[in-house]
């Protein structure tokens, strides 16, 4: 089983929709949640922490559910700018474990 | 501007030869990584350094061989490698302290053709 399951995608989106990717991660132990996003041919660069209370930066909020051992990134008002691979990433420790990566493309 | 720097960006290299990569972060950072990434594939762990001691080798072929020389430098010396070895090698670091991680910091990565 892997440790961290990621939504296949690929997700096409118009300007302007809303759009959500889930992980599901299967460590309990698991401590530290993020949300990466890698550009093509670019290195992953962190988008947000995910907090247990949830948490919003503008229009990206990222939440976890520790009882169902997921993790959720909604993105509102979609702009081109956010085509992107987004990845989950969940540490027990000091072991990162990635999910396979959602590719998002938004259209205009 | 990424504060874990890579270098070379670009490396072509042939079966036969020897090659290294180098990493360098000044953030204080006591993990330090090394993953390999194919097109389209997520980040694959291939070693863990934590207090400059290798703490995970992920059963990464011998032809790769990694080295902490002190806390800020991580190399990836390359020997006698195969084509699909052909990937983006990324450095990365974090705080390394018992209990919650901090997140990973990427380098731009490294990538390496060989022929």
């Known amino acids: 089983r892997k440790e961290v399951e990621q939504d296949p995608g690929p997700f096409n989106v118009p300007e302007g929709a809303t759009v959500a990717f889930n992980c599901t991660y299967s460590?309990?132990?698991?401590?530290?949640f993020f949300w990466y996003r890698q550009d093509c041919r670019k290195e992953p660069k962190l988008l947000m922490s995910?907090?247990?209370s949830g948490n919003e930066d503008g229009r990206f909020t990222a939440q976890l559910n520790r009882a169902s051992q997921y993790i959720s990134l909604l993105i509102r008002d979609s702009k081109l700018s956010d085509s992107a691979t987004y990845l989950c990433?969940?540490?027990?420790?000091?072991?990162?474990?990635f999910g396979t990566g959602t590719s998002l493309t938004v259209i205009p | 501007d990424t504060e874990v720097t890579q270098t070379p960006k670009h490396l072509v290299m042939g079966m036969t030869n020897k090659k290294s990569l180098k990493c360098e972060q000044h953030?204080?950072?006591?993990?330090m990584y090394w993953y390999k990434q194919k097109a389209k594939k997520p980040p694959e762990l291939m070693f863990v350094y934590s207090y400059e001691k290798l703490s995970i080798n992920e059963s990464v072929p011998s032809r790769f061989s990694p080295e902490c020389p002190n806390s800020s430098l991580l190399n990836l010396h390359l020997h006698a490698l195969q084509p699909e070895d052909s990937a983006l090698y990324l450095c990365?670091?974090?705080?390394?302290?018992?209990?919650?991680?901090?997140?990973?910091?990427f380098g731009e990565g490294s990538r390496l053709t060989v022929l």
């Open positions: 995910v907090y247990s």
């Open positions: 953030m204080g950072h006591r993990a």
């Open positions: 990365a670091s974090s705080q390394a302290s018992s209990g919650i991680t901090g997140e990973l910091f």
């Open positions: 460590n309990s132990a698991s401590q530290s």
């Open positions: 990433v969940v540490t027990p420790g000091n072991q990162f474990y």
